[in-house]
């Protein structure tokens, strides 16, 4: 790591651990090269990146984290492996094989996306 000025620290060959609250949402960060932004608290690479928590691992051509939100973005050739579908679905409440968050069977005609113009 080398200090570039006042606000800026350049980042060479690093992984970075994130502690959380919870240990399961603890994540690492591995980088080629990277430029942290200190006033901002912005993390960027414009490398190949990879982000893994014990439930995923992402990786991407180049990424921005911002660590005072705990969000960040990922760009180009990104792959991503979620080691729990199951369990990712429950948290984002997202719908797989017809079955909502809630463990409620929908029927296909409930489970079929709704044009603008049929709704009413």
């Not at 994130?18 to 960027?44: C, H, N, P, S, W």
């Not at 921005?64 to 990712?88: C, H, L, P, R």
């Amino acid at each position: 790591m080398t200090r570039v000025d006042d606000d800026e620290l350049f980042l060479e060959k690093t992984a970075i651990n994130v502690y959380a609250e919870k240990k399961e949402e603890d994540m690492r960060i591995d980088m080629k090269t990277g430029t942290y932004f200190m006033d901002e608290q912005i993390l960027t690479s414009t490398e190949r990146s990879r982000v893994s928590r014990s439930d995923f691992q992402i990786e991407g051509d180049s990424m921005v984290y911002d660590t005072k939100s705990a969000q960040g973005k990922m760009v180009g050739n990104v792959e991503m492996i979620i080691f729990d579908a199951s369990a990712a679905s429950k948290k984002m409440n997202i719908q797989t094989g017809g079955e909502s968050a809630d463990g409620v069977q929908k029927t296909p005609a409930e489970t079929k996306p709704v044009k603008p113009e049929e709704k009413k």
